[in-house]
C-alpha cells in the first residue's frame, strides 16, 4: 500500500508526463501545419502557445495567480 507522499509524487510524475505528451503532440500539429518548420520556429510558436492558453482554474473559488503569472 502506498503512503501519501508516495501517492503525491505518483501523481506529479503522471502529471509531468501528461505534460510532455502534451507538448509533443502540439509540436506534430505544428510540424504538420507548417511543413518545413525549423527547430527555432517550432520551439517559438509551442512557447507561445504554451503562454496564450488560458488558465483552467481561474474561475475557481480561493484559486490565485502568482503576480509574474498574470
Do not use: H, I
Not at 38 to 60: F, M
Amino acid at each position: 500500500m502506498k503512503g501519501p507522499l508516495e501517492a503525491a509524487s505518483q501523481r506529479l510524475r503522471t502529471a509531468f508526463d501528461l505534460f510532455e505528451a502534451g507538448c509533443e503532440m502540439k509540436r506534430m500539429a505544428l510540424r504538420r501545419q507548417y511543413p518545413g518548420l525549423n527547430q527555432d520556429d517550432e520551439r517559438r510558436l509551442l512557447g507561445q502557445w504554451l503562454r496564450d492558453k488560458e488558465v483552467p482554474l481561474a474561475n475557481v473559488p480561493g484559486f490565485r495567480l502568482r503576480k509574474e503569472d498574470a
